[in-house]
């Protein structure tokens, strides 16, 4: 660990003096592919930034840019179950260009095998919005299976095996690392994106996501991950234009996020979630869907409609659907702050078994446990995957006695 802490020191103390945050900020710059070429040219090496002054950067002025007949862009939403993951593409001047906002859940594939399904080799920035387990899912497996170019992380760690795996991926590929912060703005060709969230870290995880506003010509995308609507409010509070035609919706459209206000500021045409078939954390909750519908914003989910892919020239978008489907609010929506309270850090295992697998198994599920509590529920969710029943000792107060413990009551397992 303390390597990769040199490793990100070092490459976050390169990415300054390339963009001159050491002198006077300059004006955003497109990146170009070839050093000696025009700066309005592409450069796939690095993505430069301008930080604003302490005064601008207090008020940022996320003014909107305009399009000239720009080639298209596609923003797949991918349908990863009960996680998160969305792949934008666009060709500029003869590149492609491709980011990678979040990478689904890590006991699966589907990130990796879409990517590799639509003949991806390179991805120029691979964004994971928070340290949980279902939106860097994948990302070790992406960074050892593509070529990556830079990669972007709140700066809030985890103990998890999936966000170890990650640092180690990281540090094995030599990949470019930094962490972006409230008021940055950053150009990939004629792609501008403008960092929302957070200011600062303090290891809140969720309520520390990255946030994003992405402005391609005159259409505008908001992404937000698992920020709560403090967070929202905090956005507001700092003076963003975060009005947007598309927003993906916070937490996989729990009612912790998608503030009323927050919404409204927005005021999208389209809200789009990400969230597994039948999950039983009951995303998206009731009030959320019936908020959005009350904006007369379309709405649409993974969980209904399969992957959503957006495409736009600039101008106008269109939205494809693999699978047609109506939201309604659901009928088996929690009681309890489900998403108050825990990560929806994997795909529910919804069939009966005759234990509970410790590596699949819901929040509520993980508390018939003998010793395990919320608070411990969520801990053993954020510290997945678990190799035997005494790997569970991760896990704060849980000792050998509590183990063996565990073990008698014969209810946990690795496997249904």
């Not at 934008?88 to 980011?99: A, H, R």
């Not at 003949?119 to 050892?144: C, M």
């Not at 969230?275 to 649409?300: C, M, T």
Request: overall charge negative; aromatic content about 6%; hydrophobic content about 30%.
């Amino acid at each position: 660990m303390n390597n990769y802490k040199l490793l990100v020191l070092f490459s976050f103390f390169t990415i300054f003096l390339l963009s001159g945050c050491l002198q006077a900020p300059p004006e955003p710059e497109s990146i170009d592919k070839n050093e000696s070429s025009p700066s309005d040219t592409i450069d796939k090496e690095k993505i430069d930034s301008s930080t604003p002054s302490k005064e601008e950067s207090d008020l940022p002025d996320l003014t909107e840019r305009g399009s000239n007949d720009l080639p298209e862009l596609k923003v797949h939403y991918i349908n990863v179950g009960q996680a998160d993951s969305t792949l934008l593409q666009f060709p500029y001047e003869g590149d492609d260009f491709t980011i990678l906002i979040d990478a689904g859940n890590w006991n699966r594939n589907d990130v990796v095998n879409y990517l590799a399904s639509h003949k991806i080799s390179e991805i120029d920035l691979a964004i994971g919005t928070h340290p949980d387990a279902d939106h860097i899912g994948q990302l070790d497996k992406v960074l050892n299976t593509f070529d990556v170019g830079e990669v972007w992380l709140s700066g809030n760690t985890s103990n998890s095996q999936t966000f170890q795996r990650l640092l180690q991926a990281i540090d094995a590929k030599g990949v470019d690392y930094y962490e972006p912060r409230m008021g940055e703005e950053f150009e990939i060709g004629p792609l501008k994106m403008d960092v929302l969230y957070p200011r600062t870290i303090s290891e809140q995880d969720n309520d520390e996501s990255i946030s994003l506003k992405i402005t391609y010509g005159d259409v505008r995308f908001i992404f937000t991950g698992d920020a709560s609507t403090d967070d929202e409010l905090k956005m507001l509070q700092s003076g963003f234009n975060v009005e947007a035609d598309i927003l993906q919706l916070g937490h996989h459209g729990s009612s912790t996020s998608t503030h009323p206000r927050f919404l409204s500021a927005v005021h999208p045409d389209v809200a789009i979630y990400s969230a597994g078939v039948d999950n039983s954390y009951g995303h998206p909750h009731d009030e959320v869907v019936e908020r959005v519908r009350g904006s007369d914003a379309q709405l649409y989910g993974t969980n209904v409609h399969g992957t959503i892919i957006v495409t736009t020239d600039g101008k106008d978008y269109n939205l494809l659907t693999k699978k047609d489907g109506t939201i309604t609010p659901s009928s088996n929506s929690p009681n309890n702050d489900d998403s108050t309270n825990h990560n929806s850090n994997s795909e529910p295992n919804t069939s009966k078994t005759s234990c509970i697998n410790i590596n699949e198994a819901t929040f509520e599920q993980l508390q018939e446990i003998t010793h395990i509590g919320p608070a411990r529920a969520q801990e053993l969710i954020n510290l997945r995957p678990f190799e035997s029943i005494d790997d569970l000792s991760r896990i704060n107060g849980i000792g050998p006695s509590r183990i063996e413990d565990i073990k008698s009551q014969g209810l946990p397992c690795l496997g249904g």
